[in-house]
């Protein structure tokens, strides 16, 4: 009985004992580092005031100014931070180190709060000051199993510091709700909600910063008796290396298809390529030190991954560039060229040096495109607003007296529209100034106002069309035939407007379960003509309102059972089947507003 009892004290003091230097470990982790990152903490306790001043309680803010000052409140913390390592893995001494600090605050901060003001593109600065963090203690220093260490044990150090103040703080949580409930007390949802903000936004990234290690020499050690490292090759060797050995296959089987079939890459293939470029190169750099440790597929892989991506990318260069070559430059264009770009470059150091670079910069030289991407002539910014401005000055002329709107066709009308919203995506819109005498002036809108703004003043509205005098709606019943089409998208809605407005309609609507929105295809009217966008392919297909329901004679408004089916065709081949559920249309037979199930092939769409 005694032995039972010394065994239960003793389990329950080492409990304790464990307990006890986990605290101290943090409390003593995050004390170092309030000494080493001191302007890093100060902007990190001010979003936090700010992040718990924005709940529905106060909402001391305006939404986007929110967001912004979050934003350069973290750009300047991880310039802070980058900055602080690059020097105490010099041996700098600490006053010059918080001065370092104080500056790369200072102008990385005030660059993302002006952004594109100042020509630069606060995301990517963001992410490029956020990757260059583990980078910057072994600029022109170490070698890359150093690097490798310091990056896996933050890594680690981060997700186990916020995972355990969000496990705590749920508890705190439940346990204010227990008591709550227990004795009938009103606790209220903005405690629990301070409490949850003051974690995430506070309390985790102290802890976290505390996890960032202070040696820049040390190396984990590689064995089969190291457990971590292990874990490590396991997860590298077993589930990562084969499945990506498998979709290099599936992509050069694909290529396979393309040459026989003649069938060019669809619009998603950008997208794959990219994501498959991507997820090699981070288990290329994660399997450096462990690639003997993770069986046959990590080493195959090891050896011949660049060459892996040769054909991959040549479909990524062949897709990107035909779009560009037609439609410019836009955001999404530019990285995905970009990362192309970088994978290539990466691929043919490795190959040149067969299979002998340093990991460093395999991680160091995407980093390096990213933070060039955010500001300058080359950047995304100047880049987008070069490229489609040409393409509008080629539709316009690119000084006034511009060509007159009204002599543009809908479809040339709207190419333009669609064109302006991608450079007020960029903040570019004053590089159209030389189509008007006057220029244009702005007056705090937001992108899409000013869009919308200069649409406006350079004549290049959606025709107008009168009140609508007839409308109709239809009762789908039975079964609908797909008479040889592969893609469904139910009550897809047109109304006459433009591609600005019919996104934002699509975007602002709920899920319903179906999926992220920006996936759905887009509708809208110019005249009788009905403009779709699916992926990133818009085609144009004519349409009377008399074809919808031709025996319908009621001039204000019908019902009917039976949804008609009207079948169209474009210019460019494509077909598509409209089972109509409703519409409103005018005297002239033009649609105002259409609602429909929409069929079509995803093939047409992909070229």
């Given amino acids: 009985m005694s032995g039972s009892t010394e065994s239960s004290g003793s389990s329950s003091a080492g409990w304790r004992g464990k307990a006890r230097r986990i605290i101290n470990s943090s409390l003593r982790r995050t004390g170092e580092a309030l000494s080493r990152f001191p302007v890093v903490i100060l902007l990190i306790l001010i979003a936090s005031v700010a992040a718990n001043l924005e709940t529905p309680d106060y909402a001391r803010f305006a939404f986007d100014s929110f967001l912004r000052l979050e934003a350069a409140l973290f750009a300047g913390a991880a310039g802070a931070v980058a900055g602080t390592l690059l020097l105490e893995a010099r041996g700098v001494s600490a006053p010059a180190r918080y001065g370092v600090q104080m500056v790369c605050a200072l102008v990385f901060g005030l660059a993302v709060w002006f952004g594109l003001d100042w020509g630069v593109y606060p995301p990517a600065l963001v992410i490029g000051l956020t990757l260059a963090i583990p980078l910057a203690p072994y600029l022109a220093r170490g070698d890359g199993l150093s690097f490798w260490s310091f990056t896996v044990l933050a890594f680690v150090g981060v997700v186990l510091a916020f995972a355990a103040v969000l496990i705590f703080v ?91 079939t003649g069938i060019v890459p669809n619009g998603e293939i950008g997208w794959i390529v990219s994501f498959f470029s ?59 060229a970009l990362e192309g770009f970088a994978a290539a470059i990466l691929a043919g150091l490795a190959i040149a040096l067969r299979n002998r670079l340093d990991i460093r910069w395999l991680a160091g030289i995407p ?48 190419v333009v529209r669609s064109r302006i919203y991608a450079l007020a995506e960029v903040d570019q819109l004053d590089r159209l100034s030389g189509l008007t005498q006057g220029g244009f002036e702005f007056s705090g809108e937001k992108s899409y106002e000013q869009a919308r703004l200069v649409i406006a003043t350079l004549g290049l509205e959606a025709s107008e069309v009168g009140q609508p005098v007839r409308t109709a709606r239809f009762e789908r019943f039975g079964v609908i035939d797909i008479a040889g089409f592969d893609r469904f998208a139910p009550a897809l809605t047109a109304r006459r407007s433009d591609e600005g407005e019919a996104r934002a309609i699509r975007n602002a609507a709920p899920e319903d379960g179906l999926g992220a929105n920006v996936d759905l295809p887009i509708a809208w009217f110019e005249g009788k003509t009905l403009l779709l966008t699916i992926g990133d392919v818009t085609d144009s297909f004519v349409i009377d309102a008399d074809e919808i329901e031709p025996t319908l004679e009621v001039p204000r408004s019908s019902s009917a059972t039976g949804a008609p089916s009207i079948s169209l065709a474009s210019e460019n081949g494509r077909t598509i089947t409209l089972v109509v559920l409703a519409f409103e249309s005018s005297e002239t037979g033009e649609i105002s507003f259409l609602e429909a199930d929409l069929l079509y092939r995803e093939e047409d769409w992909a070229r």
């Fill in 170 to 260: 749920t508890g705190v949580i439940a346990i204010i709700e227990m008591i709550a409930f227990l004795f009938d007390i009103d606790a209220g949802s903005s405690v629990q909600e301070h409490i949850f903000i003051t974690a995430i936004t506070l309390v985790g990234p102290l802890f976290a910063l505390g996890r960032i290690p202070t040696r820049f020499d040390e190396r984990i050690e590689i064995g089969e008796k190291e457990q971590f490292v292990r874990g490590i090759a396991l997860l590298a060797g077993w589930v990562s290396a084969p499945l990506a050995l498998v979709a290099a296959l599936v992509l050069y089987l694909y290529a396979a298809k393309i040459l026989v």
């Fill in 367 to 414: 980093v390096v495109l990213i933070l060039l991407s955010s500001f300058g002539p080359q950047g995304v910014a100047s880049t987008v607003g070069r490229s489609q401005s040409d393409l509008i000055f080629a539709t316009m002329g690119s000084e006034p007296p511009s060509e007159d709107a009204s002599t543009l066709s809908d479809g040339a009308r709207q």
């Fill in 278 to 336: 991507l997820l090699t190169v981070l288990l290329r750099i994660a399997a450096e030190p462990i690639r003997d440790l993770g069986g046959v597929a990590l080493r195959v892989f090891a050896k011949i991954w660049p060459w892996l991506l040769i054909l991959p990318l040549g479909l990524l260069g062949y897709a990107v560039w035909t779009r560009i070559a037609a439609e410019g430059f836009t955001i999404a264009r530019y990285y995905l």
